[in-house]
């Protein structure tokens, strides 16, 4: 059957694709090349501005904060800043996971609890998880402990909804195809629930991870120093302390090149070798 | 229970694969109990294809369901080889109608494979192979390692009716596994089915609510009134097979059979 799909869309395909036919149009059906040529618009408009405003304090340009970006890296310590950061998240993040799986298995199977964890997260997910960082420096401290509260903070109610959301839209066809192998307990769950529910739970997962790094680097403006050697928001903090600005959109750009690459490379990678490839996802 | 005492054993050619005695459901809707099936009795022997046929609301379905054991009768006494039902079970592979009833995370093999593994205990590669010639028995052996998603409807069902197949159950429950296809792949289904279930001597309770299926799939048919589901009539169709199709005894049994299911529901109606 998919032979012939295939057959039907070669025509059509061999059509556009005709040798000796390039021109600027096609290539701007090329999604990367669209990518590329924005990211290269914005960068020359970035460093027009700046040449214009002549004042590298308040806005250094873009061959500047790049030339910042390399020492940074090289010399000034930006890649252990990020791999503390991304310590203190992994770390985090692997606690709420644990405890956000723990509480889903728990509601799965009482309907009350899942009512009580259902009304908590729906209570708790629309509270920016940085805003209980002045509670947590209260009573963690300003250490470590701090930051691990907020994070698991942040990760557990998207994940936990994001879950039970997932398990709630298993279909019955599915669930009762499971019983009828005579599957239970936690293998109806592991071989059933868990796969038919993947596109949420990675989805979550997401999420949390989201959610995650922007309220870890949020946390670490405020506090760093205390915290071992400081992670990137410390270093972004630092940087404008000492008046560093192009090392400051150094410090940005690792930001955003870490959020990117999780995203694109962990993300995107899981859903591509599970739940695109079953179909279950578009 | 006087009757327990008054006991003979019997031998075990002549006790019925599946046997369903004052058979009693009842399901519960916003406005209390429903009842769905009224005292229903069935016997299927063994290499028997038994339909269930009525209108919706007949129950026939709910029938299906507690011999699958996913549902509990409240009342009457329900048997596989004299066994009490009491819970769902591999002895009795369900096709069910959907077609998202094959795991979309499994390969069609996979999806074969996995209930003998589960069930059985059946070795990785001992289950694969059994699964491989099944889907061949079902003339899927080219879409062995696609995914669901990729199948037609038709080739969906198949896979189910392999994987029910693969498990040897003693009983094969279809839940009106081809009333989402189109009429000819339906015709095809149907006729694949019957040649299968012919050559293995399969025992099969199948549920439809479309009367040519029926005469053509069933050795029997069950005839069942709606509201509660109750026993209407019950058919010999064994004599009545692919190639009788269009024939006369053919034509008078479907009419005989529509008559009692629509006829009896104008009288009661008017």
């Known amino acids: 059957m998919t032979d012939t799909t295939h057959l039907n869309a070669m025509p059509v395909e061999t059509a556009s694709r005709r040798p000796g036919t390039f021109s600027a149009s096609r290539l701007l059906q090329s999604l990367g090349a669209r990518r590329i040529m924005v990211l290269v618009a914005l960068a020359v408009t970035w460093e027009i501005a700046a040449r214009y405003q002549a004042n590298p304090i308040m806005l250094p340009g873009f061959l500047d904060a790049a030339r910042a970006f390399i020492a940074a890296v090289s010399s000034d310590g930006l890649l252990w800043a990020a791999l503390s950061s991304l310590a203190v998240l992994l770390k985090g993040y692997a606690i709420a996971i644990v405890i956000a799986t723990a509480l889903v298995s728990l509601s799965v199977a009482s309907p009350f609890l899942r009512d009580a964890l259902q009304t908590v997260a729906a209570m708790l997910n629309p509270l920016p ?20 509260f907020v994070l698991v903070n942040a990760v557990i109610w998207p994940f936990a909804l994001s879950a039970l959301a997932g398990f709630e839209a298993v279909p019955e066809t599915q669930r009762l195809v499971g019983r009828n192998y005579g599957l239970r307990g936690l293998r109806y769950v592991a071989q059933i629930l868990v796969p038919s529910a993947l596109p949420s739970l990675i989805s979550g997962l997401r999420i949390g991870w989201a959610f995650a790094w922007r309220t870890l680097i949020a ?32 410090g940005l750009a690792a930001v955003i090149l870490i959020g990117l690459v999780v995203e694109a490379v962990v993300f995107r990678g899981l859903e591509t070798v599970t739940v695109r490839r079953w179909g279950m996802l578009r | ?35 769905a099936v009224d005292g229903v ?30 549902l509990t009768p409240a009342g009457g006494d329900i048997r596989l080889r004299d066994r009490p039902i009491t819970g769902p079970g ?6 069910f109608q959907e077609f998202d009833q094959l795991l979309p995370w499994k390969t069609v093999l996979d999806n074969v494979a996995f209930p003998l593994r589960v069930a059985r205990g059946i070795s990785r590669s001992e289950a694969r192979e059994r699964a491989r010639e099944a889907l061949m028995r079902v003339g899927l052996s080219r879409a062995l390692d696609q995914y669901p998603h990729a199948l ?57 609510h479309a009367i040519d299926e029926a005469v053509l799939v069933g050795t029997r048919l069950h005839l069942l009134s709606a509201h509660p589901g109750r026993t209407l009539a019950t058919f010999e169709t064994a004599d009545l097979g692919v ?28």
């Open chain 2, 41 to 70: 009795d069935l016997r299927i022997g063994k290499g028997e294809r038994l339909v269930l046929l009525g209108p919706s609301g007949c129950g026939k379905s709910s029938i299906l369901k507690a011999a699958a054991g996913f």
């Open chain 2, 152 to 208: 037609s409807g038709g080739m969906k069902q198949r896979a189910a009716i392999a994987r029910a197949l693969a498990a040897e159950p003693e009983i094969l429950l279809m839940d009106e596994p081809f009333a989402a296809l189109d009429a000819l792949t339906r015709l095809q289904m149907q006729r694949d089915l019957i040649a299968v279930a012919d050559e293995i001597g399969m025992t099969l309770l199948f549920v439809t």
């Open chain 1, 129 to 148: 998880a940085i805003a209980l960082l002045p509670l947590s420096m209260l009573w963690f401290g300003l250490g470590e402990a701090s930051l691990l």
């Open chain 2, 1 to 35: 229970m006087a009757v327990a005492a008054l006991h003979i054993p019997v031998p075990a050619s002549t006790i019925p694969v599946f046997e369903a005695r004052g058979l009693t459901l009842d399901y519960a809707s916003a406005r209390g109990t429903v009842r």
């Open chain 2, 243 to 270: 190639d009788d199709v269009g024939s006369r005894r053919f034509e008078q049994v479907t009419r005989e059979v529509h008559h009692l299911l629509f006829g009896s529901a104008r009288e009661r109606a008017a």
């Open chain 2, 90 to 95: 591999p002895d009795r592979m369900v096709v």
């Open chain 1, 219 to 250: 946390a670490e403006l405020v506090f760093g120093v205390s915290s071992g050697q400081g992670g990137l928001g410390w270093f972004i903090f630092r940087a404008r302390n000492e008046l560093m600005t192009d090392v400051v959109f150094a």
